[in-house]
């Protein structure tokens, strides 16, 4: 079996996603079409361009892997995409029938939080926040960078969370009555998440605010303004990501990758940056190398995964750490990482297979699927805590690029941070609720004053009848 076989197995399968997109409820469609469109770019393109270049593995590019190039490009992509085409076929399926089961299952209008008056106030306040925490901790050096295995200042880290939070859940429900207005604040919000990408040296942010416009308009409705808009959000944002990069590179580094991407042929080049941010074809090599078995048992992996709901604090005990564990064990079995500390993105068909092979891609994915729909019922409920949940997910990689373990750290993180915004919410609800204006109280009756007769209707006596008026 080719490459080029397995390749068009995951082309047919991303396709069925797509296509069953088209009649699941709208909020879910959004995230079901970015599915398909991440897998699209970690398992078609970059193997594409693996099998059309034939690229030599070079120091700084991560996009041509030494151990496919050993096997041989064409052989070696066939054998580690095999497990990955059962997976994404299992998910399509599982697509199709929750599409199917839909038809039937409307969703509410509106979102339940879109009329609560306290709703965007308090956003807009936890946003602030969460800005001052992004600010201190470029102040003081503590950035987390994609890949870092902890950040210099957790707790920083952790305020800054709030701003991505609150950054999305306010391009999704702010509605201003001018239209100028509701341009202007959604396009500051995504200049924020854009600069904050360039920041952090990840795609995550910039893509979860692509990914709440795209939330926001179906929401509200389509038109094909609105998808080219969204379109060209993600794109320019992704591949706008290695210019704004630049800046920031010194001119050594600058001139070592424009060595680097000379290898490529000019049409590919441009999509150099995108194709290095997604990297699960990298995940998928690890996951056949290492083979089945012998990293976590299934019960291992539960218990991590409840653990991870647990604050570090209350637990009492460092928790464990998917994303570093692959990169040591998994990536480790196959490559020399004894001088790299980096936590990787494994993927939910990755992680399957390595724990529970076939069997443990099944459950994997049917964990993504779920997790899938619980983010759509999450962002109609009308419990704050609820919302901000499904806002982080909005925001975070764990519907794309992480298994169940990864997925069930980040939902950790993302409690806590519910509990602290909720808190601000309850708090700028008591003060909005202190300063709404009273109406003036009626004044109470006089006891010694006599009582008045009751009214007698007026009756007007016509030829026709009789009318009364009370």
């Given at each position: 079996m080719t490459a080029y076989t397995e390749i068009i197995a995951i082309a047919c399968a991303l396709v069925t996603v797509a296509v069953a997109a088209a009649w699941a409820p709208s909020v879910a469609r959004v995230f079901i079409i970015a599915q398909a469109a991440f897998w699209s770019l970690s398992y078609l393109a970059r193997p594409l361009v693996l099998l059309a270049v034939q690229p030599e593995p070079h120091y700084g590019d991560n996009v041509p892997d030494p151990r496919l190039a050993e096997l041989g490009y064409d052989r070696g992509i066939a054998l580690v995409l095999h497990h990955v085409v059962f997976g994404l076929w299992v998910y399509a399926i599982l697509i199709v029938g929750y599409a199917i089961w839909s038809r039937h299952h409307p969703i509410p209008a509106a979102p339940a939080m879109s009329v609560n008056p306290d709703f965007v106030p308090a956003l807009a306040t936890i946003y602030a926040i969460g800005l001052l925490g992004r600010g201190a901790s470029y102040a003081t050096g503590s950035i987390g960078h994609a890949g870092d295995v902890d950040s210099a200042n957790p707790i920083l880290n952790f305020v800054g969370i709030l701003a991505t939070v609150a950054a999305l859940?306010?391009?999704?429900?702010?509605?201003?009555?001018?239209?100028?207005?509701?341009?202007?604040?959604?396009?500051?919000?995504?200049?924020?998440?854009?600069?904050?990408?360039?920041?952090?040296?990840?795609?995550?942010?910039?893509?979860?605010?692509?990914?709440?416009?795209?939330?926001?308009?179906?929401?509200?409705?389509?038109?094909?303004?609105?998808?080219?808009?969204?379109?060209?959000?993600?794109?320019?944002?992704?591949?706008?990501?290695?210019?704004?990069?630049?800046?920031?590179?010194?001119e050594s580094?600058?001139?070592?990758?424009?060595?680097?991407?000379?290898?490529?042929?000019?049409?590919?080049?441009?999509?150099?940056?995108?194709?290095?941010?997604?990297?699960?074809?990298?995940?998928?090599?690890?996951?056949?190398?290492?083979?089945?078995?012998?990293?976590?048992?299934?019960?291992?992996?539960?218990?991590?995964?409840?653990?991870?709901?647990?604050?570090?604090?209350?637990?009492?005990?460092?928790?464990?750490?998917?994303?570093?564990?692959?990169?040591?064990?998994?990536?480790?079995?196959?490559?020399?990482?004894?001088?790299?500390?980096?936590?990787?993105?494994?993927?939910?068909?990755?992680?399957?297979?390595?724990?529970?092979?076939?069997?443990?891609?099944?459950?994997?994915?049917?964990?993504?699927?779920?997790?899938?729909?619980?983010?759509?019922?999450?962002?109609?409920?009308?419990?704050?805590?609820?919302?901000?949940?499904?806002?982080?997910?909005?925001?975070?990689?764990?519907?794309?690029?992480?298994?169940?373990?990864?997925?069930?750290?980040?939902?950790?993180?993302?409690?806590?941070?519910?509990?602290?915004?909720?808190?601000?919410?309850?708090?700028?609800?008591?003060?909005?609720?202190?300063?709404?204006?009273?109406?003036?109280?009626a004044p109470a009756p006089n006891p010694r004053a006599p009582a008045q007769p009751p009214q007698q209707p007026l009756v007007v006596i016509g030829k026709k009848g009789s009318e009364s008026w009370d």
């Open positions: 859940g306010l391009i999704i429900f702010i509605r201003p009555t001018r239209p100028r207005t509701t341009a202007l604040l959604i396009g500051a919000l995504l200049a924020g998440e854009l600069i904050w990408t360039v920041v952090v040296e990840s795609k995550t942010p910039i893509l979860g605010a692509a990914l709440a416009v795209a939330v926001r308009f179906a929401i509200l409705g389509w038109t094909k303004a609105k998808v080219v808009g969204v379109l060209a959000i993600a794109v320019l944002g992704i591949g706008g990501f290695g210019w704004l990069q630049s800046f920031k590179t010194t580094g600058k001139a070592e990758a424009v060595m680097i991407s000379s290898a490529y042929p000019p049409t590919v080049r441009p999509f150099l940056s995108i194709l290095r941010r997604f990297d699960l074809l990298e995940a998928a090599t690890d996951a056949y190398y290492h083979g089945t078995g012998y990293w976590l048992t299934p019960a291992e992996e539960f218990r991590h995964a409840a653990l991870s709901l647990i604050p570090t604090q209350l637990l009492g005990a460092p928790k464990f750490q998917s994303g570093t564990a692959w990169a040591n064990d998994i990536r480790g079995a196959s490559v020399d990482m004894t001088r790299v500390q980096v936590s990787l993105a494994e993927g939910n068909v990755n992680e399957g297979y390595v724990v529970g092979g076939y069997t443990g891609i099944v459950v994997s994915v049917g964990f993504t699927f779920l997790l899938l729909l619980a983010w759509a019922k999450a962002l109609y409920s009308r419990y704050f805590p609820v919302v901000v949940l499904a806002l982080a997910l909005t925001g975070a990689s764990s519907l794309f690029e992480r298994g169940i373990l990864g997925s069930m750290e980040a939902l950790g993180k993302f409690l806590q941070a519910a509990v602290l915004a909720t808190l601000i919410y309850l708090v700028v609800e008591e003060y909005r609720r202190r300063a709404k204006p009273r109406a003036p109280k």
